[in-house]
């Protein structure tokens, strides 16, 4: 996060001082060493879609950084202000930009330099620069405190999951008293109320597993949708990419998802 300090003992992808023209707009690149006002960002990784991701540095104390890391800041004779750069470096279209020309064969993406310094930024005047840096800082605020917030209902909710799946409530809906033992009796999988049943897995549910993937699961003749490990994620199921497979309408009897299923 944003003056979050860090420290990493390897060589810069670059060595020596280069300068990058953006707009008209000259950058400084320099190695190994950061400091406040420098926006560093992802230059390598293997997963292409985190080549750009970037923080500012807004403490003043100087850094090393990592070889998979690129930094830049607007050189002092520039009217560009450090944190509208590094909103813009942030902004969606950016983002996808540099992910979408990130390059690379052996399964580790690249940022490539020279697509990157050859980027165009249209900036106003550094009084509207800071105004509209001013704007989403407020906003990352709000987002900060929404994630706390959130993260502490979380962490009271694996409370109370816990306590509800192993005192269960009483007829009031309220959580078992934990000290009338009368109430639990021990089994092999804990300590529970001793009007709960003990089963498991295989005797409650009927269990199917997935398709395997091959050649001939190509989507031809009868393309179906189905959910991928990406698409499951904890608690909810992300639609947002959804791929097809081939699959006969006998190979679908009891691999159709219905409401209720559990994945």
């Excluded at 902004?91 to 993406?109: C, I, N």
């Excluded at 990352?140 to 009271?156: F, G, M, N, P, S």
Aim: net charge neutral; aromatic share 10%; with cysteine.
């Amino acid at each position: 996060a944003s003056g979050s300090g860090f420290l990493v003992n390897n060589s810069a992808h670059i060595g020596g001082l280069i300068v990058g023209l953006i707009l008209g707009v000259w950058f400084a690149w320099r190695p190994r060493v950061t400091g406040k006002g420098w926006s560093v960002l992802v230059g390598s990784n293997g997963n292409r879609y985190r080549i750009g991701n970037a923080v500012f540095l807004d403490v003043d104390t100087d850094f090393l950084f990592a070889s998979f890391l690129i930094a830049a800041k607007p050189i002092d004779t520039s009217s560009l202000v450090p944190e509208f750069f590094f909103r813009w470096l942030n902004a969606y279209e950016v983002q996808a930009r540099l992910s979408a020309s990130a390059e690379g064969s052996t399964g580790l993406s690249n940022l490539s330099h020279d697509f990157f310094k050859a980027m165009g930024i249209a900036f106003p005047h550094p009084d509207e620069q800071r105004a509209i840096a001013h704007i989403l800082d407020v906003v990352d605020a709000a987002i900060k405190r929404t994630r706390t917030a959130i993260e502490k209902a979380q962490r009271l909710k694996r409370g109370l999951m816990q306590q509800l799946f192993q005192l269960g409530v009483d007829g009031d809906g309220a959580a078992r008293d934990a000290k009338n033992k009368r109430q639990f009796c021990s089994t092999p999988f804990g300590r529970f109320p001793v009007d709960w049943q003990i089963s498991d897995v295989e005797a409650e549910f009927d269990i199917a597993t997935g398709f395997t993937l091959g050649q001939h699961r190509r989507p031809q003749l009868n393309p179906r949708k189905y959910l991928r490990v990406a698409n499951v994620q904890r608690e909810f199921v992300n639609l947002d990419d959804v791929s097809e497979l081939e699959a006969a309408e006998r190979e679908m009897e009891g691999r159709r998802l219905e409401a209720n299923d559990l994945l």
